[in-house]
């Protein structure tokens, strides 16, 4: 498990190969990834954007933005969490993914960025 935490907000991340849904010879390899998302501050605070930076092992880098996560913009109270889980697809068989979740402290209206921490993403025969 991988995890940061900025201003309160913990995020922690396990990533997965997924070999039923690849595709090797098509040069496709996807990943799941699991995300648990701790409010540690004292506010309730909800979720409003995401921002990925996906890398390939050959130095491409896609980004990809969007409205919240998995179709939801939640809503996380103080002592709680909210965990997803969702995928990425590479074209190289080693890679990796960070990112920042843009979110908005709901007793103050201010916005903010927590950082999302740079995870692994490696086909399981590259592990040998």
Do not use: C
């Amino acid at each position: 498990m991988i995890w940061q935490t900025t201003k309160g907000i913990t995020i922690q991340v396990v990533s997965e190969y997924s070999q039923e849904h690849s595709k090797p010879s098509y040069k496709k390899f996807v990943h799941s990834y699991h995300i648990n998302i701790i409010n540690d501050s004292e506010h309730t605070v909800q979720l409003l954007r995401r921002h990925w930076y996906i890398h390939d092992s050959d130095q491409t880098i896609r980004e990809v933005e969007g409205s919240g996560v998995i179709g939801e913009q939640p809503i996380i109270r103080s002592g709680d969490n909210h965990t997803y889980l969702s995928w990425s697809a590479l074209h190289t068989t080693i890679g990796k993914m960070h990112g920042n979740y843009t979110m908005i402290n709901l007793d103050t209206n201010e916005k903010f960025t927590v950082e999302i921490p740079e995870f692994p993403l490696v086909a399981d025969h590259k592990l040998n």
